[in-house]
């Protein structure tokens, strides 16, 4: 079993940053990819970036690119995803999971663990 942990979000003006921390822990947490996905109201869960467990590789999704980054403090088992320059659209609630070794997969059906979710809402 692992626990997700995610803090960080809030209310932020467009233009604006915010970072989020997703926190893990449990049995053979540190061997999962970690993603992050966004699900606005109505809408699908987004894949936004990726992290593989070693920290070797990234992955962002075309719309945040530029403008996100995904970082992990391997010795905290914590996962950071550096938001800039929000945007409306960014608008909504990010969840960290813990999926696959080696790869950051788009598709939520993949990931084995999720976090309660964290709220972003961009906005004037």
């Known amino acids: 079993q692992v626990q997700l942990v995610e803090s960080g979000g809030g209310l932020v003006q467009p233009g604006g940053s915010l970072t989020l921390s997703c926190a893990a822990s449990g049995r053979t947490s540190t061997t999962y990819t970690i993603s992050w996905f966004r699900q606005a109201s109505g809408k699908e869960r987004d894949f936004v970036a990726g992290i593989t467990w070693n920290a070797r590789n990234q992955w962002l999704a075309d719309s945040v690119k530029g403008r996100f980054a995904i970082t992990k403090n391997i010795a905290e088992n914590t996962v950071y995803l550096q938001m800039n320059s929000l945007k409306p659209e960014d608008t909504g609630v990010y969840y960290c999971?813990?999926?696959?070794?080696?790869?950051?997969?788009?598709?939520?059906?993949?990931?084995?663990?999720w976090g309660q979710g964290t709220q972003v809402t961009v906005s004037v």
């Open positions: 999971a813990a999926g696959p070794t080696g790869v950051a997969d788009i598709r939520p059906s993949l990931y084995d663990y």
